[in-house]
Structure formats: C-alpha cells, structure tokens
C-alpha cells in the first residue's frame, strides 16, 4: 500500500511530499522565499554545507532526484 506521504502536493511554485513539508516546517524553512524546487534545493545544499542534517539531506537528494528525472535530457 502507498502512503500518503508519497504523493507530491503543490505548494506555492513547490512540488513537495507531506513528508518533505514536514521535515522543511521541523526546521523552520520558510517555503514563501521560494519559486520553484530548484532554488529550495540550493538553498538546503547551502545550509547542509554548514551544518549536517540527515532529514534535511535526505529532503535535498529527493528533491535534487526528481529535478534531473524531470529536467535533465537524457
């Protein structure tokens, strides 16, 4: 059985998972500043490259996964 969590919701210019949404609210992201999943991803990659956080990496590599899937010629 899929999970709820699993299913990508709009959120703004985002496309995220209740899971991601969760993980990104936990950690106080504010989703507003951003337009689309690409500049979420660099931003997280700037905050990871401070200070590790496994859910926040975690989020990143979903995030940065589904950009190349869907972006990127193959």
Same mark, same amino acid.
């Given at each position: ?7 990508? %919701? ?5 496309? *995220?998972?209740? +899971?991601?949404?969760? @993980? #990104? !609210?936990? $950690?106080?992201?504010?989703?507003? %500043? ?5 500049? *979420?991803?660099? +931003?997280?990659?700037? @905050? #990871? !490259?401070? $200070? ?14 589904? +950009?190349?899937?869907?972006?990127? !010629?193959?």
């Amino acid at each position: 059985m899929i999970s709820e969590d699993n299913y990508y %919701k709009k959120v703004g210019g985002l496309l *995220l998972t209740d +899971y991601q949404l969760d @993980i #990104l !609210n936990k $950690n106080g992201i504010d989703l507003n %500043k951003f337009t689309s999943n690409h500049e *979420l991803i660099y +931003y997280l990659e700037s @905050i #990871l !490259n401070t $200070n590790f956080n496994e859910e926040l990496e975690n989020v990143s590599e979903e995030l940065s996964e589904m +950009y190349y899937y869907n972006n990127v !010629n193959k």
